[in-house]
């Protein structure tokens, strides 16, 4: 029995994370600190942005004068409705980042950021990430004829007695 609480024991302390530290006030303002150096949330309100323009694109394409001012209407309020509540998304973020970085991880990333390769890093992302995005959709079209292939070989077997 004794055996058995132990392990039980044993497998409860492992199942605590590896960064099960209190959330301090210094720990929370540097958590803030990395937001703002990394803009990750005007990073939502750009996304939230553009996912309204296009939106917004789309359903004017075939509007008229009067559902245009209507869409134009509905995309500005969106922009202003995020852009009013964007504080609500700190304290969540910042308790992911809590649980997934220790104090010491958050300071070593805040002083990457405040670093030239950081600070140059930053900048390059948005174009990285656009350009891997572009590589990616172009490497998986090229998949598409070899996909329908293997599948239409499997469907065509499944048809076999």
Not at 52 to 61: D, F, G, I, P, V
Request: hydrophobic share 45%; with cysteine; proline share 3%.
């Amino acid at each position: 029995m004794i055996r058995f609480m132990v392990v039980v024991l044993a497998l409860a302390c492992a199942a605590i994370p590896a960064h099960a530290e209190e959330l301090t006030a210094e720990k929370r303002a540097n958590i803030e600190r990395l937001l703002e150096l990394t803009g990750a949330l005007a990073l939502g309100d750009q996304m939230a942005a553009a996912i309204t323009n296009s939106m917004a694109a789309s359903m004017k394409q075939n509007a008229t004068e009067d559902r245009q001012r209507a869409v134009d209407i509905v995309a500005e309020e969106t922009r202003l409705l995020v852009s009013e509540n964007l504080g609500s998304l700190v304290a969540p973020i910042t308790d992911l980042y809590h649980r997934h970085f220790s104090g010491d991880d958050i300071q070593g990333l805040i002083a990457f950021y405040e670093s030239e390769l950081g600070r140059r890093t930053l900048g390059e992302m948005p174009g990285l990430m656009q350009e891997s995005m572009q590589l990616g959709q172009q490497w998986a079209g090229s998949l598409v004829p070899l996909l329908q292939s293997r599948v239409k070989s499997r469907l065509e077997a499944l048809d076999q007695p």
